[in-house]
Antibody
Framework: EVQLLESGGGLVQPGGSLRLSCAAS????????INWVRQAPGKGLEWVSAISVSGGSTYYADAVQGRFTISRDNSKNTLYLQMTSLRADDTAVYYCAKALFTMVRGGAPMDVWGQGTTVTVSS | DIQMTQSPSSLSVSVGDRVTITCRAS??????LAWYQQKPGKVPKLLIY???TLQSGVPSRFSGSGSGTDFTLTISSLQLEDVATYYC????????FGQGTRLEIK
């Protein structure tokens, strides 16, 4: 079964850091771009970041550019999101999502989603 | 940045109704448009990509159309299990989601 499983969420103070992980199984992880998408409580979906199959190309939403870093370890079938300088408006459920096919400048449909991990930024 | 605007924001419909949701891009995006369904408390699900291509396993009552700046998602005959929020998303570059359209049953 194709599966993505996020972990690493939690409560963090404003200005703090957190690293999210996304473990993939059931497909050839190294063949697909992967995204992070978040959803604030009661709000819509917001794309956060994407990474190419090799990790050589990364893309970020303006809201997180310079604060978040996406990376992947294809030997471990795992995606990461390092989040720093966290703010209250980063509070959200963070999903990892697999690209259906090759990205166009960071964009592609997302056909497999994890269950999400919750990040709460609060003092 | 290219903005995506959906209408309506919410819709109250009856089972069996034909439902149409529109999505407008602030600039042309060719057919780089996907639709997602998110049921309450659930993970988003890809319905349609390339504006009109049905994702594998999605019921044929769902269809998409459009190109350039104007797109539509149509549910030909609404079923109870279709109650959800629907999002369009452009993917010609860094993806942008629409604000969502919430469907509820009358």
């Amino acid at each position: 079964e194709v599966q993505l499983l996020e972990s690493g969420g939690g409560l963090v103070q404003p200005g703090g850091s957190l690293r999210l992980s996304c473990a993939a199984s059931g497909f050839t992880f190294s063949s697909y771009a992967i995204n992070w998408v978040r959803q604030a409580p009661g709000k819509g979906l917001e794309w956060v970041s994407a990474i190419s199959v090799s990790g050589g190309s990364t893309y970020y939403a303006d809201a997180v550019q310079g604060r978040f870093t996406i990376s992947r370890d294809n030997s471990k079938n795992t995606l990461y999101l390092q989040m720093t300088s966290l703010r209250a408006d980063d509070t959200a459920v963070y999903y990892c999502a697999k690209a259906l096919f090759t990205m166009v400048r960071g964009g592609a449909p997302m056909d497999v989603w994890g269950q999400g991990t919750t990040v709460t930024v609060s003092s | 940045d290219i903005q995506m605007t959906q209408s309506p924001s919410s819709l109250s419909v009856s089972v069996g109704d034909r439902v149409t949701i529109t999505c407008r891009a602030s600039q042309g995006i060719s057919n780089y448009l996907a639709w997602y369904q998110q049921k309450p408390g659930k993970v988003p699900k890809l319905l349609i990509y390339a504006a009109s291509t049905l994702q594998s396993g999605v019921p044929s009552r769902f269809s998409g159309s459009g190109s350039g700046t104007d797109f539509t998602l149509t549910i030909s005959s609404l079923q109870l299990e279709d109650v959800a929020t629907y999002y369009c998303k452009r993917y010609n570059s860094g993806p942008t989601f629409g604000q969502g359209t919430r469907l509820e049953i009358k």
